[in-house]
C-alpha cells in the first residue's frame, strides 16, 4: 500500500523560497501510469492544484503558479519536491502530496499524504 | 472562485439522503471529462470518495455516489450517519486552461 509523508520547514519568511519534500513507501515513483502531485489548502479554504511531475520528468504546473513552481524527482530517495520561489503571506497554506491515477489534468488524487502546514512569515 | 461551483453548506438529519451539486461549464464537467469527489474529515487530508464519475475506491460504503447531467455533478449520500460529517469537494479538469480544478467545497453537517 502506497503511503506519502510529507517534510519541509514550517515558516518561511516573505520572498524566500519554499521547500517542501514527498517520501514515497510501498511503491516506486519510477512506475509508469502514476502522476506525482502537489496540492494546497490555505486556512479555512478551498484545495489548489499546484502541480504533477510524471516518472519521465514531464512536470505539469497550474497557470496561475508555474512562474513560481518547480518540481523535481529523486529516483534514488524515492522521493519528489516542491519549491515555490518568491513567497508572500498568500501562500501560507497546508501543503498535500498525492499520486494522480489517469490523465495528467483528470485524474485522479489517491492516496494523500497528511499535509504540512507552512506559514509564510517574517 | 472556483471554475467548478458548489453549495458552501448542506444538512441533514441521520438517515436522511443529501445530495451535493458541483456545477461547471462546457469546458469542464461538459466536456465530458471525468469528475471525482472527495471527503475530507475535520484536520485530515482529503480521501477519494468517488472517481471517474461514479465509482467507489475500495472500503467506500454504496452509500455515497455519483453521477452527471449536463455540465453538473451531483455527490448523493443515502442514510446519513454522523460520521459523514465533513467538507465534501469535487475535481475535475478544465480544458481551456489546462488545469485540475477543485469545487470551492461544501461542509455537510449531520443535524
Known amino acids: 500500500q502506497v503511503q506519502l509523508q510529507e517534510s519541509g520547514p514550517g515558516l518561511v519568511k516573505p520572498s524566500q523560497t519554499l521547500s517542501l519534500t514527498c517520501t514515497v513507501s510501498?511503491?516506486?515513483?519510477?512506475?509508469?501510469?502514476?502522476?506525482w502531485s502537489w496540492i494546497r489548502q490555505p486556512p479555512g479554504k478551498g484545495l489548489e492544484w499546484i502541480g504533477h511531475?510524471?516518472?519521465?520528468?514531464?512536470?505539469f504546473s497550474n497557470p496561475s503558479l508555474e512562474t513560481r513552481v518547480t518540481i523535481l524527482m529523486d529516483r534514488s530517495k524515492n522521493n519528489f519536491s516542491l519549491r515555490l520561489y518568491t513567497v508572500t503571506a498568500a501562500d501560507t497554506a497546508v501543503y498535500f502530496c498525492?499520486?494522480?491515477?489517469?490523465?495528467?489534468?483528470?485524474?485522479?488524487?489517491?492516496?494523500w499524504g497528511q499535509g504540512t502546514l507552512v506559514t509564510v512569515s517574517s | 472562485q472556483s471554475v467548478l461551483t458548489q453549495p458552501p453548506s448542506v444538512s441533514g438529519a441521520p438517515g436522511q439522503k443529501v445530495t451535493i451539486s458541483c456545477t461547471g461549464s462546457?469546458?469542464?464537467?461538459?466536456?465530458?471529462?471525468?469528475f471525482h469527489w472527495y471527503q475530507q474529515l475535520p484536520g485530515t487530508a482529503p480521501r477519494l470518495l468517488i472517481y471517474?464519475?461514479?465509482n467507489r475506491p475500495s472500503g467506500v460504503p454504496d452509500r455515497f455516489s455519483g453521477s452527471k447531467s449536463g455540465t453538473s455533478a451531483t455527490l448523493a449520500i443515502t442514510g446519513l450517519r454522523a460520521e459523514d460529517e465533513a467538507d465534501y469537494y469535487c475535481?475535475?479538469?478544465?480544458?481551456?486552461?489546462?488545469?485540475?480544478?477543485f469545487g470551492g467545497g461544501t461542509k455537510l453537517t449531520v443535524l
Open positions: 498525492s499520486r494522480v491515477s489517469g490523465g495528467p489534468y483528470s485524474g485522479r488524487f489517491d492516496p
Open positions: 510501498g511503491g516506486s515513483i519510477t512506475t509508469g501510469g502514476y502522476y
Open positions: 511531475i510524471y516518472h519521465n520528468d514531464d512536470a
Open positions: 462546457t469546458s469542464n464537467i461538459g466536456a465530458d471529462y471525468d
Open positions: 471517474d464519475n461514479n
Open positions: 475535481q475535475s479538469h478544465d480544458g481551456t486552461f489546462r488545469v485540475v480544478i
